[in-house]
């Protein structure tokens, strides 16, 4: 694996099964409650970071998936514009597929294939595929905070940081 991409692939595994732990025991009907007007649900930050790690993939290189919970939240569709959930069963499939496919991509991923430039504008001055992952490391495990909290919320247990 190249030397700058392993970190990035260790906290992409690590977060793997740590957004799990945050989601762990926490059934449809609460996944999609919002603590607060304009505050996102367990359910819709699920699904995106999902939609976060399939790109994450193509962009290291993996063939294209199509992502399942596109049937019901596409990467644009605001919280407010969801008019059917996927179940939590949904999303833990999804995320495992996202998370599978992201993981062997980076674990494959080339130093010429990390040097590639994108066209992603994002807040990161880096827009090789290397600096991308980079920056949705970062963002994935942003999220991992929210759904962190949204857990302690909704079930007053803190994430356990057991993994594997």
Request: aromatic letters at 6%; charged letters at 15%; zero cysteines.
């Amino acid at each position: 694996m190249i030397p700058y991409i392993a970190p990035l692939h260790a906290i992409i595994t690590l977060n793997t099964g740590l957004v799990r732990n945050a989601v762990d025991g926490i059934g449809d009907d609460a996944s999609r409650t919002r603590p607060l007007d304009g505050a996102n649900s367990v359910a819709y930050l699920l699904a995106h970071i999902i939609g976060s790690r399939f790109l994450m993939a193509r962009t290291a290189g993996a063939a294209p998936v199509d992502n399942p919970i596109d049937a019901y939240i596409t990467p644009r569709t605001p919280i407010d514009a969801v008019t059917s959930w996927p179940t939590m069963v949904e999303l833990l499939a999804a995320w495992t597929a996202a998370s599978t496919s992201l993981e062997s991509a980076m674990a494959a991923l080339t130093a010429d294939g990390a040097a590639q430039m994108t066209e992603f504008k994002l807040p990161v001055a880096d827009r090789s595929v290397g600096g991308i992952l980079a920056f949705f490391t970062q963002h994935d495990s942003y999220h991992l905070g929210q759904l962190s909290m949204l857990r302690k919320h909704l079930t007053g247990s803190a994430m356990s940081y057991k993994v594997g």
